[in-house]
């Protein structure tokens, strides 16, 4: 059984910096991209960022573009979401997701039925 585990929520000021982590089990080698979600209260889940493994293309909603980086080790089979410049609409739910039947472009990465697995998600606050 697939499972993504997020870690790295927490609480900060508005203008800090947090780093989650996606830590993946199964197959490597059959994974095709793995994603970053959010979803805050009375609001859909939406695509953050997104990643192809063991290729270097990375998709980014424009909400979050120039202040999140997506990362991945390969050798620790972990994604990381680095997050600075946290302003307090970037609070939320965080989601890992991984997909294994499709690759992600700039066309889908953002689409959820994309992905196979979903982790249970980090909180993360941002105050002003």
């Known amino acids: 059984q697939v499972q993504p585990v997020e870690s790295g929520g927490g609480s900060v000021q508005a203008g800090g910096s947090l780093r989650l982590s996606c830590a993946a089990s199964?197959?490597?080698?059959?994974?095709?991209?793995m994603g970053w979600f959010r979803q805050s209260p009375g609001k859909e889940r939406e695509g953050v960022a997104a990643?192809?493994?063991?290729?270097?293309?990375?998709q980014y909603a424009d909400s979050v573009k120039g202040r999140f980086t997506i990362a991945q080790d390969n050798a620790k089979n972990t994604v990381y979401l680095q997050m600075n410049s946290l302003k307090p609409e970037d609070a939320a739910m965080y989601y890992c997701a991984i997909a294994y039947t499709s690759y992600c472009d700039a066309g889908t990465w953002h689409e959820r039925n994309l992905y196979n697995y979903w982790g249970q998600g980090t909180q993360v606050t941002v105050s002003s």
């Open positions: 990643i192809v493994i063991d290729g270097s293309s990375a």
């Open positions: 199964g197959y490597r080698s059959s994974m095709k991209c």
